[in-house]
C-alpha cells in the first residue's frame, strides 16, 4: 500500500529568527525534517511531499537534494496565497499564509488516497511514525483519521509561549474535540495559555495534544475542502486570520461528520519555536545519535533503506 507523508514547511518561523525548515542540528547539517522523513521511510511511508512558499522552494529543494537525494520519491507543492477555490482572491495586503488546513489541501490536490501530516520542525520519533502507519494500513480503515498524542508538559519550551491543539479523548481513546490553545507557558509551577477568544485557561500539563502528527482519509480532505471555501465565506478579506487543521477536524468530528482514533506516541517529542530551543535541541539530538536511535550520516541510512 503507497503512504505518502506530507511535510508543512511553509511557516514564516517569526520567532526563531531564521527558516526552522533549514536549519541544520545534525553532525551533517540535517534538520529536524529529514530526521521526520527517515522515521516515516522506515516506518513504511512510501514518497514525501513538501509544502513550501515559492520564495523558499529552491533553497528547500536543494537541501532535500542533498540529504535524500534519488533515495526516496520527493514532491514540493507550494502553497501561494491566491491558490483559492473559484471565485475567492486573497487580500493585496495579505502576506501570512492561510494556515495549516491550507497547507493540507495543497498538497492534497497532488495525492491519490490516505496520507500522513506532519511539520517540519517538530521531531516526533520512530515510534510515532510506526504507529502511524500502522493504523493508515489498515485494511478496511478502522477509523477516518489518525492523530498521534503527546502529553502537555513534555512538550512546553522553555523560551517562551507555545500553541498547541488540547484534545479530548472518549474512554475508546476517540477523539472528541480538539481546542486550540496559545501562549502556553510554564510560570511560578502554573501552566497557563489563551484560547484563541483571548479567555485564559489553567492547564495541569497532563493533558493530551495533537503535533500536527495526523492520518487522514479521502473524506476528511473532501470536508476540508468545503470548511475551506466556507472559512474564506467569512474571512476570506481578513490579512491575518488562518484555517487551523486541528480546529477544522474538530468540527467534523462535532457534526457527526469524521472519526478519528488518538495514538500516544511514546517517544519523546521536541522542536524549535524560539531561537533559545536551538541550543537545547541540538543536545538532544547529539544524546540520540549517540544512543543509536538516528545514524551519524543520515543520507547513507536512507539510501541503504531503499
Not at 500500500?1 to 518561523?13: D, E, R, Y
Not at 502529553?151 to 474512554?171: E, F, K, M, P, Y
Not at 510560570?187 to 495559555?193: F, H, L, N, Y
Not at 547529539?286 to 551519524?296: M, N
Request: proline letters at 4%; a negative charge.
Amino acid at each position: 500500500m503507497s503512504l505518502p507523508l506530507v511535510v508543512m514547511a511553509a511557516g514564516l518561523s517569526t520567532r526563531y529568527g531564521r527558516l526552522k525548515q533549514l536549519d541544520g542540528l545534525g553532525p551533517g547539517g540535517e534538520t529536524i525534517m529529514d530526521y521526520n522523513v527517515f522515521d516515516a521511510a522506515r516506518a513504511g511511508f512510501t514518497s514525501v511531499t513538501y509544502v513550501v512558499r515559492r520564495e523558499i522552494i529552491d533553497d528547500v529543494r536543494a537541501h532535500v537534494d542533498s540529504v535524500i537525494g534519488g533515495t526516496f520519491p520527493v514532491d514540493f507543492v507550494c502553497q501561494e496565497l491566491d491558490q483559492l477555490p473559484d471565485g475567492f482572491h486573497a487580500p493585496a495586503d495579505r502576506a501570512k499564509p492561510w494556515g495549516t488546513a491550507h497547507a493540507v489541501l495543497c498538497a492534497a490536490d497532488t495525492i491519490d488516497g490516505p496520507f500522513a501530516v506532519c511539520n517540519a520542525d517538530d521531531l516526533y520519533g520512530p515510534e510515532a511514525f510506526a504507529l502511524l502507519h500502522e493504523e493508515l494500513s489498515r485494511e478496511p480503515a478502522s477509523c477516518d483519521g489518525v492523530a498521534i498524542g503527546y502529553q502537555l508538559d513534555n512538550t512546553l519550551s522553555g523560551a517562551g509561549g507555545v500553541a498547541r491543539g488540547i484534545c479530548i479523548l472518549t474512554r475508546g481513546q476517540m477523539l472528541e474535540r480538539v481546542t486550540e490553545v496559545q501562549n502556553i507557558q510554564r510560570r511560578d509551577g502554573w501552566i497557563t495559555g489563551y484560547r484563541t477568544d483571548g479567555s485564559p485557561v489553567e492547564l495541569s500539563g497532563k493533558e493530551i495534544v495533537s503535533m500536527n502528527l495526523w492520518g487522514f482519509t479521502t473524506p476528511v480532505i473532501d470536508l476540508l475542502r468545503r470548511q475551506f471555501r466556507r472559512f474564506l465565506e467569512i474571512w476570506g478579506a481578513d490579512t491575518h486570520e488562518e484555517c487551523f487543521l486541528s480546529s477544522s477536524v474538530s468540527r467534523q468530528i462535532g457534526l457527526g461528520a469524521t472519526q478519528v482514533k488518538v495514538r500516544q506516541a511514546p517517544d519523546s517529542w521536541f522542536g524549535i519555536t524560539h531561537a533559545a530551543d536551538r541550543t537545547r535541541s541540538e543536545a538532544i539530538l547529539r544524546e540520540r545519535i549517540a544512543s543509536g536511535v538516528y545514524p551519524v550520516h543520515l543520507a547513507d541510512a536512507l539510501a541503504r533503506l531503499n
